[in-house]
């Protein structure tokens, strides 16, 4: 079982590029979840899904989009990076979303965006 | 005040000692509490789920103590192989958008 993957693992890009770090998983989870990570502030939620065809803004959904192509894949696509966007981002799913249920994080991709 | 609050070591501990960290909630409704573990440039991962009669995994004992808003971790015996941040979450049943991540608390364990 593979888990949660994400790609790209790394990327870079400059300000005003678009584009979407993919993230799909095999364990049959009905939600699925994008944070980022920055030093000493935690994993903030950016947006989640709680079932296929749904999905919710988090605490700092803006400049980002998501979507949920189907129950496996949960995209995030920023439209136009900004630097203050450079981060780590995590995506996780579970069970459901009512909290009381396990994450499984994908390995992050580190972005950097000059 | 932030809605969880870790402190964030680092705790720097010789081989076999015990360790323990807290971590305090500001919403007396929370009902799930979790502690995860994130070694250096990983994901984190699920440690233990904590129980509000306290529960006990092997060298980890979680406790949650609800009148005072916080939950702790003990690690007795402590490896080479704990060194790692770890990260209390905090959630009201029902809502994923109100799940909280603490900043983490980083500990070595030295040799």
């Known amino acids: 079982n593979a888990g949660v993957t994400q790609t790209p693992k790394f990327q870079v890009l400059k300000t005003g590029q678009s584009m979407t770090l993919q993230c799909a998983q095999d364990?049959?989870?009905?939600?699925m979840y994008w944070y980022r990570q920055d030093p000493g502030m935690g994993l903030r939620l950016i947006y989640y899904s709680a079932s296929e065809g749904t999905t919710d803004k988090g605490e700092v959904p803006n400049g980002y989009n998501v979507s949920r192509l189907n129950k496996r894949e949960f995209s995030l696509r920023l439209e136009s990076a900004a630097p203050s966007q450079t981060s780590v981002y995590f995506c996780?799913?579970?069970?459901?979303?009512?909290?009381?249920?396990?994450?499984?994080f994908g390995p992050g991709t580190r972005l950097t965006v000059t | 005040r932030k809605e969880v609050e870790q402190d964030p070591g680092p705790f720097n501990v010789p081989e076999g000692a015990t360790v323990a960290f807290n971590c305090t909630y500001s919403n007396s409704a929370s009902q799930s509490f979790f502690w995860y573990r994130q070694d250096c440039r990983k994901e984190p991962k699920l440690l233990m789920s904590v129980y509000s009669s306290g529960n006990e995994d092997g060298r980890f004992t979680a406790q949650l103590n609800r009148a005072s808003q916080y939950i702790s971790l003990l690690i007795r015996d402590s490896k080479l192989s704990d060194s790692a941040t770890y990260l209390c979450v905090v959630t009201p049943y029902s809502s994923a958008s109100k799940i909280i991540f603490g900043s983490g608390t980083r500990l070595s364990i030295r040799p």
């Open positions: 364990m049959n989870h009905n939600s």
């Open positions: 996780a799913s579970s069970e459901s979303t009512s909290g009381s249920y396990e994450q499984y």
